[in-house]
């Protein structure tokens, strides 16, 4: 009995044993790497917090309001203060609803300093709506927006009944009368030939404004050829107030007829 417990401690003695895993070194690079980097951005933050204080702000590409409005619509976040802030502010959650305003894009010129790009809606002309409001449109005649505030430099449409109008959808006229005025829009934008007004009468024909000028354009038919002819005859009728007739021209009847009504005071 005795050598058989002998032989067993010895077979259990000459057993290999197993090696006892060690995680020290791995306990301690991981410790110190998070350590390390909890520290890094705590000191980050502290900087950003404390250096990164909004000083100036420029803004480009505006011209319907004025800068300090811009600021006011752009950093109206809670921390906005922080130049660092108010860029991811804007690139997580971009100002849409700012009228007339398309996009806004704020960055960072130093550390307290930021700039703001502006991009303004594209629109080429207005029409008067039912209810004495604006439907403001671009040259392929979408809505763009529509407000009671009247902007300055844009082309007046007339001669176009409209109760309502909705931003992204094209005006609600007629789509004989919203063919012209697109192919209008483009022609005259080609041209170069800047008018004060657009006129559309009951049968479809259309009139520019222009200086002290009545151009009348008649139907759609012929009309690039009539357009191309215009920055040729106009300077000849500067400082003239009448009617340029134009509703007649065709490639068959070529006669351009100019009637002087002089402008009488009162």
């Not at 319907?64 to 690139?91: C, H, K, P």
């Not at 300077?235 to 100019?258: C, Q």
Request: aromatic share 10%; with cysteine; glycine share 8%.
């Amino acid at each position: 009995m005795r050598r058989d417990r002998e032989e067993k401690e010895e077979a259990q003695e000459n057993r290999p044993k197993k090696k006892k895993r060690r995680f020290g070194r791995f306990r301690f690079y991981f410790i110190n790497i998070f350590l390390g980097i909890v520290i890094t951005v705590l000191a980050a933050c502290i900087f950003v917090y404390f250096c990164c204080r909004v000083q100036t702000v420029e803004v480009e590409g505006n011209t319907l309001y004025t800068q300090r409005q811009i600021q006011d619509y752009v950093l109206d976040g809670t921390y906005s203060y922080n130049s660092v802030y108010a860029v991811v502010e804007n690139l997580l959650h971009p100002k849409k609803d700012i009228p007339f305003v398309d996009s806004v894009k704020v960055r960072m010129t130093g550390l307290n300093a930021l700039r703001i790009t502006v991009t303004e809606k594209s629109m080429i002309g207005y029409l008067t709506l039912a209810d004495g409001t604006y439907a403001y449109f671009d040259r392929d005649g979408v809505v763009q927006e529509t407000s009671d505030r009247l902007l300055e430099g844009l082309l007046p449409v007339g001669g176009i009944p409209c109760e309502e109008a909705r931003a992204g959808d094209k005006l609600p006229a007629d789509d004989e009368i919203l063919t012209y005025l697109t192919a209008l829009l483009k022609g005259l934008e080609k041209y170069e030939i800047t008018p004060q007004g657009i006129t559309f009468a009951e049968d479809g024909s259309a009139t520019l404004q222009y200086q002290g000028i009545q151009i009348q354009l008649g139907k759609q038919t012929d009309l690039e050829e009539k357009l191309m002819r215009l920055p040729k005859i106009l300077p000849y009728l500067e400082g003239m107030t009448g009617i340029l007739h134009l509703e007649n021209w065709s490639r068959d009847n070529t006669d351009i007829v100019f009637k002087n009504v002089p402008q009488t005071d009162g």
